[in-house]
């Protein structure tokens, strides 16, 4: 034991090829194909795994040290918040609706990223690619219950949080971020990849993340920040993640940049319209505002989306053909979603109201163009209505989009009178859609999307009443057996926000707060 | 040139990352929100160990960033010593 | 106006979310469970995978084992993510400090030669069989069926990329990276590695995830565990002088004795559930077991020459009990 050769000490890069894709080794007992059998079938043509760059180099004893230190702030603000009945702190108890919106329309998709991940995590034969997916695979079981738990003090005060999946399988507008994910996860490992690794974590999920979490924060609601941002600091990872993901792709073969750049164009469409609901939280939903969906969508998606475009200019991908749909459509978006769920409100786990008049006039000076113009006259109306008792409830099950499964509400590009639709024949039958991308990514897959579970058809088929219902007895009210499926309480979860139970509760507790007795 | 940015929760604990990294890129600029800060910076921006370390009175690891970081945008260039942000346009 | 929110005492309307109620009646929940139970979809999905048409998204038959309800699996430990994170940062704290005692006391450079390259021969080739581990896992949890135990195995998935983890920080302390590329080098073609890299291998291409379970979780780490990391390690290099070679492993040591009992509570429940689960799993056992012993021979061979038979013999006999006590039928 005499020579005492100082180690060398190893870079970051070379000590982290030890610790991952050093592990790996060509399997030769059992065939390539065999061990990796999902990797060939979408043609995405990889000569060298070696070439890929780890987007970023935490080894698992590092993981845990952060991330343990993250969960437990997290944890102790959780407890501190509930035990401190934090939820009366929240600006008012209509910004609780939002919260319920993310229980039952977020965390489900954060479960779904989870399991897969998971499968891409398993199933890309380049190690550095398989382990930064199974990073991420836990990252965002990490999300959905850290959600789930933030959640749950909500949960015991007031309603509609009650049955998130149960509610995620059957609700009518849940049907639009579960077919987003069931899509993503049932692509294959590459183009659930460029789905959910690039085009939603890395150009959509800052909007939900960012500006609407710290607008949960301007309306005291420590909990929802806390996990926010506590979540959000994992999406950082997984943006490089997306990133480096699609720049390995591009760069290993010319032929794989059409199926990309299809890949691209799809799914920031489909991303786009799923986060047409969190346009409607953030410009109808929180009390107090931060900035509009508007100029969040122009910070986070026209700059930040625009910067990253043109980087990946130099590959040959080019901006989606939707841009231009979705920069007409930024002005009016929050306000036709937000008068549809007016419309529906008889039928979801959530309530719904006419904004005030001030908040109007917010509304007013955001948007400039289009608010006074097309939707205050239709709020106006409304209020009126309500005021006179006569709040109004649509009783007509809308016709929804093949493929985003959103109803038809959106109106023509450059139009904002018309409501835009489209159809298409595929072997005799007839489909719908909301816009001309929604149905070219069904012309490009009409198979898959001749699947696809629709709410409103379902129903008019008979297949969501609770079991042993029967639509011939005497007086049947199809209405309250499909609340009944969705385990909805009617007249407690659903309908008009003023004068419900979570209103009143609230209003009464706070006033304890207030006083000595 | 491309903006990159990086948000970070405002704590005590980001305070003297976010002075450093304010030091350390004269061309960046800070933007306020509820609970957090997002920095932009023209082209690119760096985070540097030695000067948070210096901040802080203690050996700063890179990697801590992750408990306080709420985004970011550009590609990544990490070593030991330097956590760099940009955009090649 | 300041407002004391605590001084508020009101009445919850509910202890916990109704699918939690309905399985444990309307009472303050876990953590564990609010985060684990009926998570996964389970109806209305609406595609086919395009990589596996023939079966819905999350789909109860990619085994051929039977539940009347797959969250019957229950975790023993309770691990969601956070109690999991923050168990683990705590073994990792100790690992650490093991790690810094045998550095800065140089005490691999004290190690005889011939220990310390037993430890290098016989544990550095498992980095691989610990990263299979980690494949296999990643995969049970994508095509398994019900958060209850697919949660657990994407957290067993890393654990075992953290044992190849530790694996290498042992190799590149008591060695270098040569020691490393020597390792690879033996289990990629030293006939004596070959048995275990084929089990490994194999076990890649099962398709039916319970069965993956038992091969590699029951089966190929409830050998090698006790064999390397208990008899090789602890009893055989510690007496000649190793101790600082189980301290850099008390991790896959502590782990080991965890992650059974976990391991145990499923193969007890999918047997309890029924004869036709019960025969099932034991064929399963059966199958991989013979392999996995066999595979193992020369290399205990090699680590303890002619007392190898009579270890692996013991080896198979507490295995068989740990495993009757798990409710298999012989």
Known sequence: ?517 | MSRVFIALQTNDDTRPIIESILADNPHAVPVESPAMIKIDAEGHLTVKRESISELIGRDFDLQELHTHLISLSGHIDESDDEFTLYWDN | ?330
Not at chain 1, 149 to 164: M, R, T, V
Not at chain 1, 199 to 228: Q, R
Not at chain 1, 323 to 345: C, P
Not at chain 3, 153 to 165: E, K, P, R, V
């Open chain 3, 1 to 330: 106006m300041q407002i004391d929110l605590r001084t508020v005492s009101i009445k919850p309307q509910r202890q916990t979310y109704g699918h939690i109620a309905r399985r444990f009646g309307d009472k303050p929940a876990s953590r564990y469970q609010e985060g684990t139970f009926d998570l996964q979809p389970t109806a209305n999905f609406h595609y086919r995978p395009t990589w596996d048409p023939e079966r819905e998204i999350f789909d109860t038959s990619r085994t051929r084992l039977q539940m009347k309800d797959w969250y019957a699996f229950k975790d023993p430990r309770q691990y969601y993510y956070g109690a999991w994170t923050l168990a683990r940062a705590r073994q990792q704290d100790t690992a650490e400090s093991n790690f810094d005692f045998v550095e800065t006391r140089n005490l691999g450079a004290l190690l005889a030669d011939d220990v310390r390259q037993q430890a290098l021969d016989l544990l550095l080739p498992l980095r691989h069989a610990a990263w299979g581990a980690n494949l296999n896992n990643s995969a049970i949890c994508a095509y398994g069926y019900g958060t209850a135990i697919t949660q657990p195995c994407m957290f067993h998935a890393m654990d075992n990329l953290a044992i190849a983890q530790y694996l290498t920080r042992i190799g590149l302390l008591l060695g270098d990276t040569g020691s490393l590329a020597a390792a690879k080098e033996r289990w990629l073609y030293a006939a004596d590695w070959q048995g275990l890299r084929r089990y490994v291998e194999d076990s890649f291409v099962v398709q039916d995830w319970f069965e993956l379970f038992v091969a590699q979780n029951l089966v190929l780490d409830g050998l090698v565990y006790p064999l390397f990391y208990k008899t090789v390690v602890e009893d055989e290099l510690s007496l000649r002088g190793g101790t600082a070679v189980a301290m850099l492993t008390q991790f896959m040591t502590e782990w080991y004795a965890e992650t059974t009992r976990w391991v145990d509570a499923q193969i007890k429940t999918a047997c309890a559930e029924s004869p036709h689960n019960a025969v099932m799993v034991r064929d399963w056992i059966t199958a991989w077991q013979s392999r996995a012993l066999e595979a193992l021979k020369p290399l205990a061979q090699r680590a303890l020459g002619e007392r190898a038979g009579s270890t692996l013999d013991d080896l198979a006999t507490q295995f068989a009990a740990r495993v009757a006590k798990c409710g298999v039928p012989v």
């Open chain 1, 1 to 517: 034991m005499d020579m005492q050769v100082p180690k060398k000490k190893l870079g970051l890069k070379e000590r982290y090829t030890l610790m991952t894709r050093d592990l790996a080794w060509d399997t030769t007992y059992q065939p390539k194909e065999k061990v990796y059998p999902y990797a060939d079938y979408e043609g995405i043509r990889i000569h060298d795994w070696d070439k890929w760059e780890d987007p970023f180099r935490l080894t698992m004893d590092a993981y845990w040290k952060y991330q343990a230190e993250k969960e437990r702030k997290l944890y102790a603000i959780i407890d501190a918040y509930s035990q401190s009945n934090g939820h009366l702190g929240v600006t008012d108890a209509r910004y609780l609706n939002a919260i319920k919106i993310f229980l039952t329309a977020v965390t489900p998709l954060e479960h779904m990223a989870h399991r897969g991940f998971a499968h891409a995590g398993r199933a890309f034969p380049g190690a550095g690619a398989r382990v930064a997916c199974q990073m991420q695979a836990i990252d965002e079981m990490r999300h959905a219950q850290t959600q789930i738990h933030s959640l749950s003090n909500y949960n015991k005060y007031y309603n509609g949080f009650h049955d998130f999946t149960h509610m995620y399988d059957r609700v009518w507008y849940l049907s639009v971020p579960k077919s987003f994910f069931d899509d993503a996860i049932t692509a294959g490992p590459f183009e659930f990849m460029v789905a959910v690794g690039f085009s939603f974590e890395y150009v959509l999920t800052n909007l939900l993340f960012v500006p609407f979490v710290s607008g949960a924060a301007y309306n005291g609601d420590m909990g929802t920040m806390t996990f926010g941002f506590s979540a959000q600091s994992d999406e950082a990872r997984h943006m490089t993640l997306g990133l480096e993901c699609i720049k390995f792709i591009l760069e290993q073969d010319p032929a794989n940049l059409p199926i990309v750049q299809r890949w691209i164009d799809k799914w920031c469409w489909r991303g786009v319209r799923l986060l047409s609901i969190v346009a409607m939280m953030m410009d109808y939903m929180l009390p107090k505002r931060v900035m509009s969906w508007k100029e969040a969508w122009e910070i986070y998606f026209e700059e930040n989306g625009g910067a990253l475009f043109k980087d990946l200019a130099r590959y040959g991908i080019k901006m989606p053909a939707c841009a231009e749909q979705i920069r007409l459509e930024k002005d009016h978006l929050s306000h036709q979603v937000w008068a549809t769920f007016y419309n529906y409100g008889g039928a979801t786990d959530f309530h719904t109201w006419m904004p005030t008049e001030d908040e109007m006039q917010w509304l007013s000076q955001k948007y400039p163009d289009t608010f006074d113009t097309y939707y205050r006259p239709r709020f106006e109306f409304w209020r009126e209505q309500q005021e006179k008792g006569n709040r109004f409830y649509n009783q007509t099950l809308p016709m929804l989009c093949q493929t985003c499964q959103i109803p038809m509400l959106f109106t023509e590009p450059g139009d904002p009178t018309k409501i835009c639709y489209r159809e298409r024949t595929y072997k005799g039958n007839k489909y719908h859609f909301c816009s001309d991308h929604c149905q070219h990514i069904f012309d490009n897959e009409p198979e898959k999307y001749v699947q696809a579970w629709l709410p409103v058809n379902q129903i008019y088929q008979g297949n969501c009443f609770p079991e042993g219902t029967d639509p011939s007895a005497p007086g049947f009210d199809p209405l309250a057996a499909v609340l009944e499926y969705y385990r909805l309480n009617i007249g407690r979860d659903n309908g008009e926000f003023e004068g419900s139970e979570d209103h009143r509760n609230f209003e009464a507790w706070r006033g304890m707060a207030k006083r000595n007795d």
